[in-house]
Nanobody
Framework: QVQLVEIGGGLVQAGGSLRLSCAAS????????MGWFRRAPGKEREFVAA????????FYADSVKGRFTISRDNAKNTVYLQMNSLKPEDTAVYYC?????????????????WGQGTQVTVSS
């Protein structure tokens, strides 16, 4: 059993920053991939960023490269998404997810566990 809880969403102006946290509890998941996805209004859930827990290898969607940074804290079993230079098109519900094995890091259906999401709204 794994539980994922996202914290840190909110309302910011364009150009501002937010830091999202995803705390994981439950079974040990060393070596897994933790990912961030988002769903904008009226659109399908899309990949944002991912990190391999053990190696710290990171992956980013082209739309957020240079603006977002994913990182992790092993002691707290927490993954972070630092979001800078936010744009109105970043407005979405952001979800963290855990992929225990197999599949692609950027495909939502390949992940095994999901958080409930946190709303990020960027005003223009």
């Amino acid at each position: 059993q794994v539980q994922l809880v996202e914290i840190g969403g909110g309302l910011v102006q364009a150009g501002g920053s937010l830091r999202l946290s995803c705390a994981a509890s439950g079974r040990t998941f060393s070596g897994s991939v933790m990912g961030w996805f988002r769903r904008a209004p009226g659109k399908e859930r899309e990949f944002v960023a991912a990190i391999r827990w053990s190696s710290s290898s990171t992956f980013y969607a082209d739309s957020v490269k240079g603006r977002f940074t994913i990182s992790r804290d092993n002691a707290k079993n927490t993954v972070y998404l630092q979001m800078n230079s936010l744009k109105p098109e970043d407005t979405a519900v952001y979800y963290c997810a855990l992929k225990t094995y197999s599949g692609s890091y950027y495909v939502p259906s390949d992940y095994d566990y999901w958080g409930q999401g946190t709303q990020v709204t960027v005003s223009s």
